[in-house]
């Protein structure tokens, strides 16, 4: 009854250093999405993906990798970290089904470069 | 591509106020519009979603939303606020799969 959970929830981490974040989903979703939440920007869509080994770049996929082996992960790696990817970072998963189109999100995880 | 615009950055109010968040989208056609909000250091839950029919959409905690074609609008409304209702709020609009977000509202309601 998880649904989706991220992790780590907190991270701190310097210049230059290499970040995953995780994605897991209990449900199954085919798409899945990463956002980034930055003060006076809202959710901006970072990557998504509609299925397993199907991903895209959504508004803001500079500096940011992403994979989809498994239908039920999803995760984001900075390859090379920047002050100005410090933020929320929020995966959500979509259910659809007749007349129903929603994401759930996760929890986020909150990152710090320093 | 669609945009949303939330007008509204911060709404302060006193219990028992009435609250209405605007929101407006890029244009028009076909559209799947909803209202999100996150609790302080909580993520985003749905409060309520349009997709067809009766233009007044009711959703959870007693909120409620509009959808006015005409003006590209879909404005949350709340006739009596409670403390717990401060909040962020977020419109949506789903274009091609995904959501394009507003800014959002930071809404703070005092006793």
């Known amino acids: 009854d998880a649904g989706i959970t991220q992790s780590p929830r907190y991270k701190i981490t310097e210049t230059g250093r290499q970040v995953t974040l995780m994605c897991h989903q209990t449900?199954?979703?085919?798409?899945m999405f990463w956002y980034r939440q930055d003060l006076g920007h809202g959710l901006r869509l970072i990557y998504y993906?509609?299925?397993?080994?199907?991903?895209d770049k959504g508004e803001v996929p500079d500096g940011y990798v992403v994979s989809r082996s498994k239908t039920e992960n999803f995760p984001l790696t900075l390859e090379s970290a920047t002050r100005s990817q410090t933020s929320v970072y929020f995966c959500?998963?979509?259910?659809?089904?007749?007349?129903?189109?929603?994401?759930?999100f996760g929890p986020g995880t909150r990152l710090t470069v320093l | 591509a669609q945009s949303v615009s939330q007008h509204n950055h911060h709404v302060i109010l006193s219990e028992a106020a009435s609250l209405e968040l605007g929101c407006n989208y890029s244009?028009?056609?076909?559209?799947?519009l909803f209202w999100y909000v996150q609790y302080p250091g909580q993520h985003l839950q749905l409060l309520l979603k349009?997709?067809?029919?009766?233009?007044l959409v009711k959703g959870i905690k007693g909120f409620e939303a509009e959808f006015i074609k005409s003006k590209f609008s879909f404005n949350l409304r709340k006739p009596s606020v409670q403390w717990s209702d401060t909040a962020e709020y977020f419109c949506?609009?789903?274009?091609?799969?995904?959501?394009?977000f507003g800014t959002g509202t930071r809404l703070q309601v005092f006793p």
């Open positions: 959500a998963s979509r259910a659809t089904s007749g007349n129903t189109d929603t994401q759930y």
């Open positions: 449900w199954s979703h085919s798409y």
């Open positions: 993906s509609a299925a397993a080994d199907i991903t």
């Open positions: 244009y028009g056609g076909t559209v799947n």
């Open positions: 349009y997709f067809s029919g009766d233009p």
């Open positions: 949506a609009v789903i274009e091609t799969d995904k959501l394009i």
